[in-house]
């Protein structure tokens, strides 16, 4: 009982899976947070064309 305890104590591979999903977590907002930044910029950018080839002027 003791060696399987010892065993358990020394045992990283739930420590490595948590510290990998943390990692995908963080990937996950980073491409959250830049898609979204992009999109904003992108609908901005096809507005302002849209006005121009309508001849609508900007402000």
């Given amino acids: 009982m003791k060696n399987l305890f010892a065993r358990f104590m020394n ?3 739930g420590a490595t899976a948590i510290e990998y999903g943390l990692i995908a977590g963080l990937i996950a907002v980073a ?9 904003g910029s992108l609908n901005s950018m096809f507005g ?11 402000g």
Wanted: charged share 20%; aromatic share 0%; hydrophobic share 25%.
């Fill in 11 to 13: 045992d990283e591979s």
């Fill in 31 to 39: 491409i959250i947070t830049g898609a979204t930044s992009l999109g």
């Fill in 48 to 58: 302002d064309l849209s006005d121009t080839i309508d001849g609508t002027p900007t």
